[in-house]
């Protein structure tokens, strides 16, 4: 075996000749302790029953931590790492006093990470603090806790906590009202969890991107994931989570106006919650039976099931009891009890306030502006009606952003899933080389005696992760369909040319466009027409400009084209020669019914001191601005940007 290694160095075979004799000889070497390897221990397995993300009754959590307690060695560091999260991520917290304690527990955790700790224990922990920072209402603080853990869970690659940050900021996002952000990470988490077959949290996560398209006026489409969900957790028995369910099909249900079935959904998940000792979900859920009462003018019921909340909802469950004093504010308002309606009215503000909560604020402020005006004290009307107007078009705005409703379309498309996939495979990858490590350890003394072949076989592990680390970067800047710069990759180039442009005083201008009536083309033709629709317009602007490294794909059918050194005037020309390019591009690769068309918007940097564009994204807001102009002009056009003020 020796002398044929080293005639494999003489005569240099293909690289996957050596490797495949190389496996071969692992093989051999690991077949004894194979059978050993391959079996998963009791402690692997209650690990994979947690890591699945499955619901579990309470009772089962505490005996399984319990028994972890007690089978894992105290130098087994690594397990006891795991169990450590999993720890704090499973304290208890149902009531006010049970999440200041989890929160205390996990703020102590953060505060004592041993030296020694790893990248995903550090990055993990900080995720649980921040997750009880959020419960406690403190909005701010667990925002960039999730954003500082997934900015390190990408640079080390941790796919799974990439999608758990992902998915605990997105929630935060919709919550808030930030719609367009919201997506983009809830998206982006059910992709990955999907990817690794993690279904437990892949429910829990399309059950928020349901609740965004909920709270972002798409009722429809939320009941539609909801009862997706709902038929799972029936399928699986998990009583629990179809309550959980039941209850926020109810709230989509009222936001359709069906509030008779609302209030049938509401009652369902109230009487689960009563049954099991579940007082606080219970009064949660027989607060929003009230709100279907007051919608329906039956105060008196409403009234009852809000002072049965009450009693379990206090003003430290802020985010359930800004909604509880504003249903109440509601009833006295109605019953003409209006003092009484304004301090109700008062404490909701001020927890809509501490959970930066626009959504509910809005609902407050033009109630609370209604009852100013029957007090007759209308300077308060009137301010208070301006506060509801500013916060009601912030909202508008986020909602309306161009990036939602592209977000929406791209839950529907496959490209998330080709790329997450790429980095699941290198997670995989990693995964079994620590995996053939871990064997190699009982192997020692065959790995002395075989040094020269080990040290080949790490040679060539070496070799292809750095092929791997390049291929993985090469990925995470190149859109997979039209293998043009992602908008990653594009904007940094974008700020590049701009500083540049800045400081040699040369001229810099931009196309940004889209294809016309994109989703047409999918309803009508399919979605391999919308790809090939897609590659046209890469393959059209690329004949433009000559250089694919200018041309980036930033959105499902947007595009933007980066011009260092060219004036307005040029501009112009250049995006009416792409209008042409694309459309006889089109003629050639796209059915003779199908009649390509895209809107553009185009800017320039402007020179002249004290009106230059601050950044390269005011530049681009300028562009983006115009495209809009571009469509709302009929489409099929192209649109300048107005010069700075």
Known sequence: MISYLFQCEQEIPPLQDCQRYLTILILLLIAPLKLAAEEKTQVDQIFALFDSGEAVPRETIEQNLALLEKLISSDDSKRIEKLNLLKCWNQVSDTEKEIANALNYAK??????????????????????????????????????????????????????IAD?????????????????????????????????LTGWANVNLSDIATSFRRYGDPESAIKYYSKLKELYLKNGNKEQVANVTSDIGIALDEMGEHEKAIENFRSSYQYYKEHNLNLIAAINATNIAYSLIQLNRLNEAETY?????????????????????????????????????????????AFRLMHNDR?????????????ASLGDLPQAYNTLQQFVVLTKKVDDNSSAHQTTELKIKFDTSWIESENKRLIDNQKSKEQELALLEKNKSLQLIILLLTGCILAIVSLFAYKQVQRNRHLQTIALTDYLTQLPNRRHIYAQADLYFQQALKQQTPLSVIIFDADHFKMINDSFGHEIGDQALLTIAEASQALTADRNLIGRIGGEEFLILLPNTDAKRVWELAHELQTLITRYGAINLPV???????????????ELGKQDESFARLLKRADNALYEAKNAGRNCVKAAEAIA
């Open 108 to 161: 102590q955790s953060v505060a004592n990470i041993p030296a020694t700790a790893s990248t995903h224990y550090i990055i993990d922990i900080t995720l649980c603090y921040s997750w009880f920072l959020q419960l406690t209402g403190d909005i701010s603080g667990a925002m960039q806790g999730y954003t500082k853990s997934l900015k390190s869970a990408y640079e080390h690659e941790d796919i799974k906590l």
């Open 165 to 197: 940050a992902r998915s605990l900021r997105g929630a935060l996002h919709s919550y808030i009202g930030n719609f367009s952000e919201a997506l983009d990470d809830l998206v982006t988490a059910q992709g990955l969890y999907e990817s690794l077959n």
């Open 306 to 350: 809000l002072k049965e909340a009450a009693l379990e909802i206090t003003e430290h469950e802020p985010a359930a009891y800004s909604f509880l004093k504003l249903f109440l504010g509601k009833i006295r308002f109605q019953q003409g009890r209006d003092q009484e309606a304004l301090d109700e009215l008062s404490a909701s503000e001020n």
């Open 360 to 372: 509910g604020l809005i609902q407050l402020l033009q109630l609370k502006s209604d009852v100013y």
């Open 593 to 607: 019914e199908l009649k390509l068309t895209v809107s553009a918007g185009v800017a320039t940097l402007n020179m």
